[in-house]
C-alpha cells in the first residue's frame, strides 16, 4: 500500500518504516500519525515481520508535531481530535520490538515517538529535546513521563523547562538511547539489531517485551512475580524445548514460534 508521509520496506523479516515528509523534518501531521499507526499495525500482523525499525532521515528523525496544522487548534478541535494520542499510546499496543533508529533532530513529538519504541538506536548526529515550552505548550506524547522514566527527574526537569536539547552523547550517558554509532552506520546497526531480534521466537521476544514493559507498570514484587511466572509458562512452549536442546547439541536452534 503507498502511503503519502512514509515509506514502507519489509526485507528479511524487518519492516523498516521511514517517516517520509522531508520539507518539513519529517514533523508529524495527523496524515502522518493515521499512516504510521496503520503501517505499524499492519506490521505486527503480517506473518513475515519478526522486527520493525523506525526511521527518518540523516537531518532529521522528527522535529516534532507540525507547529503549523497545530497552530490554529481550539481546545475543542485538539480535544476532539485527542492530538497524537494514536502515536503515544497506539505503538504500545504493537506486539513486535520496535526499534527507533534515530539521526538528526528527534524533538517535541519527535523524541517522543522515539521513546515510545522498545529501544533507541541513535546515531553521533543526533539531537533530543522537549523545546513545547518555547512554544507556549508541554509535551503531550510522553515526555513528561517516559522521558523522566528514561533519565530521571532533573535531566528532564531540564529538557522539560529549558527547551535545550541533548546530543547522542549525553543521551547515551543518561540512558535515553542503547547505543550510538556514527551517522553513516546507523541504518547497519538498527537493520543487524532487527535482524538479530528476528532470529529468535518471535514468541519469546513478545514475552520479553511484554515482562520489560511490566517494570513500568508494577511494584518490584508485582513485575517479578509477573516474570517469574511467564518465566515458568514458556517451558510449555516448543521453542524452549529447541533453544536448550539446541544449545546442549551444539547448534543454531530451529525457532518455530511455538
Ligand atoms: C512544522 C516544521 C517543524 C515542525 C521544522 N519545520 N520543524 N514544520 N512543524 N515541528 C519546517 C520548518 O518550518 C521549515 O519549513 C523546514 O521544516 C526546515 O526547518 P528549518 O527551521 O528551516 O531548519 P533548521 O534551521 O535546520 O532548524 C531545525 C530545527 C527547527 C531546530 C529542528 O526546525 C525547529 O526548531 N523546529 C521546531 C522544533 C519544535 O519546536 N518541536 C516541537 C513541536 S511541538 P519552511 O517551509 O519554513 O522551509 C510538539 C508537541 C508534541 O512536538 C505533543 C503533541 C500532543
Do not use: W
Not at 130 to 136: A, F, S, T, V
Amino acid at each position: 500500500m503507498a502511503f503519502e508521509t512514509i515509506i514502507v520496506e519489509i526485507e528479511d523479516h524487518v519492516a523498516l518504516i521511514k517517516l517520509n515528509r522531508p520539507d518539513a523534518l519529517n514533523a508529524l501531521n495527523q496524515t502522518l500519525t493515521r499512516e504510521l499507526m496503520q503501517a505499524l499495525e499492519e506490521a505486527d500482523a503480517n506473518d513475515k515481520v519478526r522486527c520493525i525499525v523506525l526511521t527518518g532521515s540523516e537531518k532529521a528523525f522528527a522535529a516534532g508535531a507540525d507547529i503549523k496544522e497545530m497552530a490554529s487548534m481550539s481546545f475543542a478541535e485538539v480535544n476532539t481530535a485527542n492530538l497524537f494520542a494514536a502515536l503515544g499510546d497506539g505503538i504500545q499496543q504493537i506486539r513486535k520490538p520496535v526499534i527507533a533508529a534515530v539521526s538528526g533532530y528527534a524533538l517535541g513529538g519527535g523524541c517522543e515517538l522515539a521513546m515510545a519504541c522498545d529501544f533507541i538506536i541513535a546515531s553521533d548526529t543526533a539531537k533530543f529535546g522537549q523545546p513545547e515550552i518555547n512554544l507556549g505548550v508541554i509535551a503531550g506524547i510522553g515526555g513528561s513521563q517516559r522521558l523522566t522514566r528514561a533519565v530521571g527527574k532533573a535531566k528532564s526537569m531540564d529538557m522539560n523547562l529549558t527547551g535545550r536539547f541533548m546530543d547522542a552523547e549525553e543521551a547515551e550517558r543518561a540512558g535515553l538511547v542503547s547505543r550510538v554509532v556514527p551517522a553513516k552506520k546507523l541504518m547497519e546497526e538498527a537493520l543487524g539489531a532487527a535482524q538479530k531480534i528476528a532470529e529468535k521466537s518471535l514468541l519469546t521476544a513478545r514475552t520479553a517485551k511484554e515482562a520489560v514493559n511490566r517494570s513500568f507498570e508494577s511494584t518490584l514484587a508485582e513485575g517479578l512475580l509477573f516474570e517469574r511466572r511467564v518465566f515458568h509458562s514458556l517451558f510449555a512452549t516448543e521453542d524452549q524445548k529447541e533453544g536448550m536442546a539446541a544449545f546442549i547439541e551444539k547448534r543454531q536452534p530451529q525457532f518455530r514460534d511455538k
